[in-house]
């Protein structure tokens, strides 16, 4: 068999097959008219302010330490607990207290003996001025005894210093306390503040008693005025602190999360705009 009705057979169903249309594929569409896109800026050209984050805070608050080193007896409060001033948040381990207090009370008794006796005799001219001077010293003394013995007594209490909420407890009954180790954090009522951390820049565009815009954890937005401004930086941060006092009523809570509106300055760049395309057909 020859060789080219074999090779025509060939080319006519390689034209066919390239005519043939898969069903199971779209067709092309068709090509439409240009296209024209234009691009529009959506919005302004920027907020004239920037947000800095804080915290807000207690105006009020205070670490309730102890001034004498004796093992705690008792805790008398939990995170949470609401107190009035002069109620008792714990107390330690006393004896020791209350012993040497019981022996100076016994040394001024002594002593307040032997001046009055020393006095007498002095009056009758039957001691001299240098006796009479020894007798009022040791008086003197033991009774500072007997002072400082009763203050350290009474320093086995911790009370509250004002109205508040506790808000932190590092000691538990039987830790041992020592003095200036803090033992309970305290949040006073009242007052609450926003405290941040400010450029220098910022913090010469702020002075005390000035608004500021502040959002607030949930998105509300309250009036805040400055009423701490920092003089110093941080050496570490290169920021300036600065709190803002919130208005009453204003529903933020004690360790919540908040941002602070403050003016832009020039060297500050403007947010980022968004911009959108909108299409045009020709």
């Not at 779209?26 to 302004?44: E, I, L, M, Q």
């Not at 949470?80 to 040394?107: I, K």
């Not at 000035?210 to 941080?234: F, H, K, M, Y």
């Amino acid at each position: 068999m020859s060789l080219r009705p074999v090779l025509l057979l060939l080319s006519a169903a390689a034209v066919l097959a390239c005519g043939r249309t898969d069903p199971g594929r779209p067709a092309a569409a068709p090509a439409g008219p240009p296209v024209a896109v234009r691009t529009a800026v959506v919005g302004g050209g920027g907020a004239a302010w920037v947000e800095v984050p804080g915290s807000v805070e207690a105006a009020r608050a205070a670490d309730v330490a102890s001034r004498v080193s004796a093992v705690v007896e008792s805790v008398r409060v939990e995170e949470g607990a609401f107190v009035r001033q002069g109620d008792l948040l714990a107390r330690l381990d006393g004896r020791d207290f209350a012993a040497r207090l019981a022996s100076a009370e016994a040394a001024l008794l002594a002593a307040t003996a032997q001046r009055d006796r020393i006095r007498s005799l002095f009056a009758q001219e039957s001691a001299t001025q240098q006796e009479k001077d020894a007798a009022e010293a040791a008086f003197a003394a033991t009774l500072a005894e007997r002072d400082a013995a009763r203050a350290q007594l009474e320093y086995v209490d911790l009370r509250a210093p004002f109205d508040g909420w506790i808000a932190g407890k590092r000691v538990r009954a039987g830790d041992l306390a020592g003095p200036g180790r803090p033992l309970l954090s305290i949040q006073g009522t009242g007052l609450l503040r926003v405290a941040a951390t400010v450029t220098r820049s910022q913090a010469d565009r702020l002075e005390p008693g000035q608004a500021i815009e502040t959002v607030l954890e949930g998105g509300s937005v309250a009036t805040a005025r400055v009423s701490v401004l920092a003089p110093a930086g941080d050496p570490s941060s290169l920021r300036f602190l600065v709190k803002s006092d919130l208005p009453q009523g204003s529903g933020a809570r004690v360790g919540s999360f908040a941002r602070l509106r403050l003016p832009r300055g020039a060297e500050e760049p403007a947010p980022f705009v968004p911009r959108a395309a909108i299409v045009e057909r020709g």
